[in-house]
């Protein structure tokens, strides 16, 4: 049964993703390999790169250094990270792995606030083809994800030994690194980690680990589609994608941490990215999956709930404990049965029952049970 939230999350998702397609774009030209041998492989082809020598701001900054990456045309020779310290000293860092499209470091504001309560670092990396990355004449994250398919496995191959040279240089301060991956950035953050980057957390807020249904199913995916054919390209059938491996699914990944250092978080009504990803790479990883009921992009945007679960789950990889982590969604079923025994109903029954238990007890013996009656003589 459709439901009203169900067809909001999802006209959301339509409404921003069809805003996407309002900017001029470049005709995506289809291009189908060749790819790497160890395309079958989770990270296969990430160049090994490493650590970056990355200071500790005390103050708002922007740094900037050349790609770990040798090779990388210009602008995405440049790594570039946005840099927002605490108030005092650190207790660790937050690495941000953004989602597709990201115009600005603005548009992560609440979880940069949601960092520096904790008293964290919070660092958002640039990845290729975004912000002061793009191309002239491109849009932030236009030229990233298209159908060039080398091309696209490249870049997020590159992406991912970005992130691990990054959290390598901040772990060299012997802080605590954590790493939050948003939609696509989710496969970044995920493919980094199995890279060997040194986190001692991951969060995976909606992630596109599968990018095969987005493409497929999505509107910015048939989009892209319909211009191929306008442009008399065939497109390449289910069979060859899933052969392409597109480029990576992360459900057949190994786990890159032990499961309480996990957070991974999915919208039931998410109209980009299908639940049954974010499932699959539960069942692969055996990780408990936190469903709420929004979008892809309320999740990301409007669901408070979800940055206040991802905020409970940072306290308590810091606190060590995080198999003691309690979500929003479980501290309200708590309560709700909390509620239960304090109906009205239930409490008026026990309101009238009141003076009946208070007779009894004053008829009943010290020594316990019910009052003796006199024998008959």
Known sequence: MVTL?????????????????????????????????????PAGGVPEVGPLAIPLPTRKTRLEFRSPVPGMPPPNDRLILHVTPPKGPSRGVVVFSPFWLIPGPWALAPYVRLVKSLQLHSVLYTPPDHMQRTSKSYFSGERLLSFDFPYMERMLQVTAAELAAVTRGFSAHGLPVFLLGMSLGGLYAAMAALHGAPVDGLALITPAVDMQAPMAKSRLGRHYQDVIKRRGDALPSQDELSRLGLPYRARSFDRPLPADRIFLAHGIHDGVVPLGVATALAHRWQVPLHSYAS??????????????????FLKAC?????????????????????????RPLRALARAMKSPLATLRAATRPAGGGLPRRPSPR
């Open 5 to 41: 939230r169900r067809v909001l999350h999802r006209g959301l998702d339509e409404l921003l993703m069809g805003a996407a397609l309002l900017r001029p774009m470049h005709p995506p030209k289809l291009q189908m390999g060749p790819l790497s041998d160890a395309v079958h492989l």
């Open 295 to 312: 979008g892809h992009m309320s999740l990301l945007f409007l669901d408070p709930a979800v940055q206040r679960d991802v905020r409970r």
């Open 318 to 342: 810091l606190a060590g404990r995080p198999a003691a982590l309690r979500t929003t969604r479980q501290e309200a079923r708590a309560a709700r049965g909390g509620q239960k025994q304090a």
